[in-house]
């Protein structure tokens, strides 16, 4: 266990530095534009993304938090499902960092 | 803007005796001072009061809280002693984008299916306006009224009590339409109503689609109406035609209603079988949990909201039991240590509309924590504290929807 908080604590590090976290951002646009099924982009407007979905909130008007995108996406809100089994901690660790950055939220 | 706001004004400096009434600020000021005092901010961080989206563009912007495109609240100090909220005030609440204006176009031709009778048929909207009438007070409130009182950051719109309205439907009760094709046909327990939104490709119908199952039992009470507040039902709210089901939560209200189908079992769309389900915190929703059906006792305070003068004030709110008659409405200027019985305010407009109430009070300079405790009249009060649900839904706690006043 505790080597686990080593290792995550040393990806943080990882994650937070600069080169890392333009990676991060590719990789949650990858998701939110192509990974996630179904798509992120038939329901949400982000302009950052090219999307103009109109079924759930704009995340442009919205501006969520890392953490909103993490627990909406993880357990769904609303009519919006739920990915923890569709998508990796990982993916949704990145489309999180990725909507919260773009949208100002962050 | 500024002449809307300079004419409210003016309205309230004639006949209204408390400072600080009624007053409509642009943008959310309102509602934020409102529940300020819970540490937190409620709504959008944008900055800017967002202007009013197309589709519902004739509304009172300066009424309103929108917290996105499809989502709208009435600021709290927009409620009042008049019983009927205006139309222009009432909150949005869309679950999908609205389907075109058009169809509100030509109204009468609008066409809805009843299904699980013993003679289903297609009919339009001109058919049931020859086959009966009814006019109906009633209160719309969305099952997540109130949400932003629950400290564990439920996830969806944090509507504070602005999520909530009293008005009249005028349509067919449906129990006519009902009769008219046989009745339903054996063995069915519920009625299930479809929205009329168009769906996107590439998603699952069934996990998107506005399809709600209510209980048989609300064939006695249940209308499909045209009319809101004496027009047309404009497409904002769900027009030319929605199902209502009086005292129920907004969600069963099916907006464009095109299909109404009697049914053994609930439907398996998304938003009945795990959406609106009442459960504890971290769990998911499922068909065996309590579904956002009748609503429960309720009451808050609409003025006043921030200050008051020393001396005579009077307290103003509004009640309703959901499909129940209210028996009383008590208020405390002391956060719930001692009570005093309030009037209520205008004509009783049925078991399914809302009272207002008020109460006058004698403050001295100080601060005040006034709440309100509504009591129906099969005995059930307004609890104290708030039922701890994963999606923030059916809070009625009266501690949470008091005001703290500074007098002086």
Same mark, same amino acid.
């Given at each position: 266990m505790k080597q686990l908080a080593v290792l995550a604590f040393a990806s943080v590090l990882l994650t937070s530095s600069p080169a890392f976290a333009g990676d991060l951002l590719a990789k949650g646009k990858a998701v939110f534009t192509a990974e996630a099924q179904p798509s992120c982009t038939i329901c949400h407007t982000l302009a950052d993304a090219g999307s103009a979905g109109a079924v759930g909130p704009n995340l442009d008007e919205l501006k969520p938090t890392e953490e909103q995108v993490r627990n909406a996406v993880t357990g769904g809100v609303g009519i919006m499902p739920a990915f923890e089994e569709s998508l990796s901690e990982e993916q949704i660790a990145a489309v999180a960092h990725y909507v919260s950055t773009v949208t100002g939220g962050k | 803007?500024?002449? +809307?706001?300079?004419?409210?004004?003016?309205?309230?400096?004639?006949?209204?005796?408390?400072?600080?009434?009624?007053?409509?600020?642009?943008?959310?000021?309102?509602?934020?001072?409102?529940?300020?005092?819970?540490? @937190?901010?409620? /709504?959008?961080?944008? +900055?800017?009061?967002?202007?009013?989206?197309?589709?519902?563009?004739?509304?009172?912007?300066?009424?309103?809280?929108?917290?996105?495109?499809?989502?709208?609240?009435?600021?709290?100090?927009?409620?009042?002693?008049?019983? *009927?909220?205006?139309?222009?005030?009432? @909150?949005?609440?869309?679950? /999908?984008?609205?389907?075109?204006?058009?169809?509100?176009?030509?109204?009468?031709?609008?066409? *809805?299916?009843?299904?699980?009778?013993?003679?289903?048929?297609?009919?339009?909207?001109?058919?049931?306006?020859?086959?009966?009438?009814?006019?109906?007070?009633?209160?719309?409130?969305?099952?997540?009224?109130?949400?932003?009182?629950?400290?564990?950051?439920a996830g969806g719109t944090q509507w504070s009590v602005g999520a909530a309205g009293c008005v009249i439907w005028t349509g067919v009760p449906l129990k006519t339409v009902v009769e008219a094709l046989g009745g339903p046909a054996a063995g069915m327990k519920y009625i299930t109503s479809t929205g009329g939104e168009d769906l996107p490709a590439g998603v699952d119908p069934k996990s998107i689609m506005v399809e709600r199952s209510v209980p048989l039992a609300?064939?006695?009470?249940?209308?499909?109406?045209?009319?809101?507040?004496?027009?047309?039902?404009?497409?904002?709210? $769900?027009?030319?035609?929605?199902?209502?089901?009086?005292?129920?939560?907004?969600?069963?209200?099916?907006?464009?209603?095109?299909?109404?189908?009697?049914?053994?079992?609930?439907?398996?769309?998304?938003?009945?079988?795990?959406?609106?389900?009442?459960?504890?915190?971290?769990?998911?929703?499922?068909?065996?949990?309590?579904?956002?059906?009748?609503?429960?006792?309720?009451?808050? *305070?609409?003025?006043?909201?921030?200050?008051?003068?020393? $001396?005579?004030?009077?307290?103003? $709110?509004?009640?309703?039991?959901?499909?129940?008659?209210?028996?009383?409405?008590?208020?405390?200027?002391? $956060?719930?240590?001692?009570?005093?019985?309030?009037? @209520?305010l205008g004509p009783d407009l049925g078991p399914y509309a809302w009272r207002p109430f008020v109460m006058a009070a004698d403050l001295a300079p100080g601060e005040y924590r006034i709440v309100s405790r509504a009591t129906d009249s099969e005995g059930n009060a307004q609890p104290e504290g708030r039922m701890e649900n994963e999606r923030g839904y059916g809070h009625n706690g009266w501690s949470d929807h008091g005001v703290t006043v500074t007098v002086s």
């Open positions: - | 803007m500024n002449t +809307e706001i300079e004419t409210l004004q003016g309205r309230e400096a004639q006949g209204l005796a408390s400072p600080g009434r009624r007053s409509l600020l642009v943008g959310s000021a309102g509602a934020m001072a409102a529940v300020s005092l819970l540490g @937190f901010v409620p /709504l959008a961080r944008a +900055e800017e009061p967002k202007s009013l989206p197309d589709y519902a563009a004739w509304k009172e912007r300066s009424a309103l809280i929108v917290h996105s495109t499809n989502t709208m609240e009435t600021q709290r100090g927009a409620i009042g002693a008049g019983v *009927v909220t205006p139309s222009d005030r009432l @909150f949005v609440r869309n679950n /999908l984008p609205a389907p075109d204006v058009g169809i509100t176009a030509n109204p009468d031709a609008w066409e *809805v299916r009843i299904e699980g009778v013993k003679n289903p048929k297609t009919l339009t909207l001109g058919d049931l306006k020859q086959m009966g009438v009814t006019t109906v007070a009633s209160v719309l409130q969305c099952s997540g009224n109130g949400r932003a009182f629950f400290p564990h950051g609300a064939l006695d009470s249940a209308l499909l109406a045209w009319e809101l507040n004496d027009e047309p039902l404009p497409h904002t709210h $769900g027009g030319p035609l929605r199902m209502v089901v009086p005292g129920y939560y907004g969600v069963n209200n099916v907006k464009y209603v095109k299909n109404v189908a009697f049914t053994e079992a609930q439907t398996d769309a998304k938003i009945q079988a795990s959406g609106y389900r009442i459960r504890e915190v971290g769990k998911k929703g499922s068909p065996d949990q309590p579904s956002m059906w009748e609503m429960n006792v309720k009451s808050w *305070v609409t003025a006043p909201l921030e200050t008051g003068r020393k $001396g005579r004030n009077m307290i103003y $709110g509004v009640a309703f039991g959901g499909t129940k008659a209210l028996d009383k409405v008590e208020v405390s200027t002391d $956060g719930g240590k001692s009570w005093s019985q309030a009037q @209520f």
